[in-house]
């Protein structure tokens, strides 16, 4: 009997409890955040990225209960509201747009956020900021208002209302949250651009990290032996990559002109990559480009040898601009095809040389090149020395007891990065 009544009393219990309310489950907003720059100074792809970013790791930092997607740098179709829920539906459930416009010390933000669900806009209006936008890190401050509108305009939906995200009709990619990203890079390449602190690619070569998605991302990849590389990456699913890095030179090997008339080749070979070289090469004045009204062509059978060593000291070898400087000897050989064959010229044997260049080019493996060459010439014969020289112009010369100095010595050409 008493097993009855607790039987009918458990089924009483199951029956009343099966009628009562449950709990709504909270399902959180799905917003695509895009940014762009109009009616002011100009932002670069790169900068806009980082604004969005910033934008979206203030969103985050709140407790904005909201999940983020990136639109990425493709223009955002906000003319065309039908193009915009197309492209927005299969992904999100709304969609905010920040546009930046006036001068970079006093920015104004246009903003406008669309319900999907909803179909009408639900935040339309314009934030003047009190301060600049300071780049590349913008503080979260800078976006403080408009994360409160967001908060306030998204909501989690309650899965009891009547209005229903969109998540039935999105593929199975857009179920998830986050997306693997596997990098190939040399060994200790530290990778910076992903959310949260810089990675270390492993000894294998390889790093693998689940990261948000959709989403792009501006990476950063720095190794002590490699040229730095950026790249940009936008993740929709788990995605491998090899990255494109390039070791910093340890030779290099050029070709010009001296004074825009006699040919002169070096080699370099870089005692610290991409910063402290040690050079040679040589020049002769066997055949060169007079420029001249008597005659187009100089000729004198004398070649000069030189080593230097000089220093990159100011710009990494991926700057589109470098300065050098260097110093070094030269030895002057004479090859008159008369006996002896060759031989040290006695007029001026050797002498020293400084080395003041310049090196231009938007590519880090080839650059043009400029270089000023003041030259001391050991002689204790000027006159023999000067009569040895094809031309007969000695404006650049100063001449000293027992040297000659030539302030005019320059040289242009192009050099290739090894």
């Known amino acids: 009997m008493k097993t009855g009544r607790r039987l009918a009393a458990a089924a009483i219990l199951l029956a009343a409890v099966s009628v009562l309310p449950v709990a709504a489950e909270k399902a959180p907003r799905r917003l695509i955040v895009a940014l762009e720059a109009k009616g002011g100074d100009a932002y670069t792809a790169a900068e806009l990225l980082?604004?969005?970013?910033?934008?979206?790791?203030?969103?985050?930092?709140?407790?904005?209960?909201?999940?983020?997607?990136?639109?990425?740098?493709?223009?955002?179709?906000?003319?065309?509201?039908?193009?915009?829920?197309?492209?927005?539906?299969?992904?999100?459930?709304c969609w905010l747009l920040v546009t930046v416009s006036g001068g970079r010390k006093n920015p104004a933000l246009a903003i406008r956020s669309y319900d999907v669900l909803l179909k009408q806009n639900v935040i339309e209006g314009k934030l003047q900021l009190d301060t600049a936008i300071d780049l590349p890190d913008p503080p979260a401050s800078?976006?403080?208002?408009?994360?409160?509108?967001?908060?306030?305009?998204?909501?989690?939906?309650?899965?009891?209302?009547?209005?229903?995200?969109?998540?039935a009709d999105r593929p199975a990619l857009w179920t998830n949250d986050t997306a693997v990203l596997t990098l190939h890079a040399v060994p200790g390449t530290v990778i910076e651009g992903l959310d949260g602190e810089a990675r270390t690619v492993g000894e294998d070569g390889t790093l693998k990290e689940p990261v948000r998605s959709p989403a792009t991302y501006l990476l950063t990849?720095?190794?002590?032996?490699?040229?730095?590389?950026?790249?940009?990456?936008?993740?929709?699913?788990?995605?491998?990559?090899?990255?494109?890095?390039?070791?910093l030179a340890r030779w290099s090997v050029d070709a010009g002109l001296y004074g825009m008339s006699f040919p002169q080749v070096e080699g370099s070979y870089f005692i610290v990559p991409g910063w402290l070289y040690a050079r040679a090469g040589l020049m002769t004045y066997l055949a060169g480009l007079a420029f001249g009204n008597d005659t187009m062509f100089w000729s004198s059978p004398l070649t000069t040898l030189s080593a230097r060593v000089g220093t990159y000291a100011f710009f990494p070898q991926e700057s589109w601009f470098r300065t050098y400087v260097g110093g070094g000897v030269f030895l002057r050989v004479a090859h008159p095809f008369g006996s002896p064959a060759i031989y040290i010229d006695q007029a001026a044997p050797w002498g020293f040389q400084l080395t003041l260049g310049i090196e231009a080019s938007p590519w880090p493996r080839s650059r043009f090149f400029l270089e000023w060459l003041p030259t001391e010439y050991l002689t204790r014969y000027p006159d023999l020395f000067t009569g040895s020289l094809p031309g007969g112009d000695w404006g650049n010369f100063v001449f000293l007891p027992y040297a000659v100095l030539d302030m005019g010595g320059f040289r242009i050409g192009w050099r290739w990065m090894l």
């Open 50 to 93: 980082q604004l969005s970013r910033s934008l979206m790791a203030a969103i985050q930092a709140s407790g904005t209960q909201v999940l983020l997607l990136d639109w990425g740098s493709d223009p955002f179709p906000s003319e065309k509201p039908e193009a915009v829920e197309e492209a927005v539906k299969r992904t999100a459930d």
């Open 221 to 247: 990849a720095t190794h002590p032996g490699e040229l730095p590389l950026e790249t940009a990456v936008y993740l929709e699913e788990d995605r491998e990559i090899t990255l494109a890095q390039h070791r």
């Open 142 to 167: 800078t976006w403080k208002k408009l994360v409160g509108m967001v908060a306030g305009a998204y909501p989690p939906l309650d899965t009891d209302q009547p209005v229903k995200t969109t998540a």
